[in-house]
């Protein structure tokens, strides 16, 4: 039954290697989870007054250096990429980043597993702002600036008691905004 389960991982894992391959990636080489850019241009894609909406497209690559078996959190037991967090840079802007979607998942234990030495990628639209003032309908957090994506990563199914801290820090990367 396991081996059943880990086959569409698998099959997911080299259907989407053929679109990037490592030398398409940024930032350090230790660094598990990297993107496939250092700058992105999150296009208009609606909204009239506050909020305009914008979005734009992330192609990531998690590499798992570690010698055992990690696990991804995903939303669903069939969800095809990680829950991602996202993250402005710079500590001044209190709401953090606009793009930060929120999550409303159900609880599981089927995460994403990833073997030694194994190589995941996947393609995240972000899109912002995720949430706004109720009264002003301005936007909470930053459109542009410096970010970066973070993956939850594991080394057991369960994602409590066994989380690997800043495995899946992505490298920053600018957006500006067209």
């Not at 690559?61 to 402005?88: D, K, M, W």
């Not at 802007?93 to 990833?114: N, T």
């Amino acid at each position: 039954m396991k081996a059943a389960r880990m086959i569409p991982i698998v099959v997911s894992l080299v259907a989407c290697s053929e679109f990037a391959g490592p030398s398409t990636y940024v930032g350090r080489e230790d660094q598990l989870l990297q993107t496939d850019k250092t700058e992105y241009t999150a296009r208009y894609t609606g909204g009239n007054g506050s909020p305009r909406r914008y979005s734009f497209q992330v192609v990531t690559r998690f590499h798992n250096t570690q010698p055992n078996r990690v696990y991804l959190a995903r939303c669903y037991p069939t969800s095809p990429t990680p829950i991602y967090g996202v993250e402005a840079v710079d500590p001044s802007d209190r709401w953090g980043a606009a793009y930060d979607p929120a999550w409303a998942c159900v609880g599981h234990e089927d995460p994403i597993a990833v073997a030694p030495g194994a190589t995941r990628v996947d393609t995240l639209r972000l899109t912002g702002p995720t949430s706004t003032d109720g009264r002003t309908g301005e936007p909470y957090g930053v459109l542009t600036g410096v970010f970066r994506i973070g993956y939850s990563v594991h080394t057991c199914r369960r994602e409590i008691g066994c989380e690997l801290p800043n495995a899946g820090v992505s490298n920053t990367f600018r957006v500006v905004t067209d």
